[in-house]
């Protein structure tokens, strides 16, 4: 039995945070980059007890611009287990951060075919802990699905480490979503909100129930 994974990012207030590590949440994700509305400062997951607070859940730091050095500095100062690479870095990068420690941002979207993504995910799975895949060519948080392409590419990929989909993932698609792509778990962000950066309890709880049927409904898949 595979146990889906679930993330939900674009934490700005430790209420959510909680709620979010009390209803089953592996990661939560903190945004370190200052055009974002969800652009937090490390004091926000410092001030989280992992086991208190947040039920054993990782603290994920999204980085888009900064150097390896300063995220690394972010990480020390946040407490935080991940990071979330989600500017386009590469594998030095990944390196000086630590693979183990490595959440590898890809975009289906802007690959020419299923051949040059599929190399993109070759060229980066000796260092990294796992994938995200998100919608768009760059960037997040803006609330849409994959579109098509990135569709057919996903569904033929060979992924040698877990990956997790993102993109516009709310209750009402979580399952028709992990249906279609088989991924190893979701990050959910404004789909769950009803602010930016502001999580609604009422999504939450019912995004976790959407995922709760998807694990029942797998399950019964591989144990017929």
Known sequence: ????????????????????AALGADMLGFIFHAKSPR???????????????????????VFVGQTADESLALMTAGGLDLAQL??????DFCRAIGP?????????????????????????????R???????????GHG???????????????????WLLAGGLAPATLEAALRRLRPAGVDMNSGVECAPGVKDK????????????????QNKGENP
């Open 39 to 61: 652009n937090v400062e490390p004091g926000l997951p410092a001030g989280l007890d992992k086991t208190r607070d947040l039920r054993g859940a990782l603290k994920v730091g």
């Open 100 to 128: 183990a420690r490595v959440i590898k941002v890809l975009w289906p979207e802007r690959a020419a075919n299923l051949d040059s993504f599929q190399a993109e995910v070759d060229r980066f799975a000796s260092c990294c």
């Open 130 to 140: 796992l994938f995200l895949v998100d919608a768009g060519g760059g960037g997040g």
């Open 86 to 91: 989600h500017g386009g870095q590469d594998e």
């Open 202 to 217: 009422d999504l939450l709880r019912a995004a976790f129930d959407a995922l709760r049927m998807a694990q029942s409904s």
């Open 1 to 20: 039995m595979t146990r889906l994974l679930a993330k939900v990012c674009g934490m700005t207030r430790a209420k959510d945070a909680r709620l979010a």
């Open 144 to 162: 849409r699905a994959v579109d098509d392409h990135a569709v057919e590419i996903l569904a033929a990929t060979r992924f040698p480490k877990p």
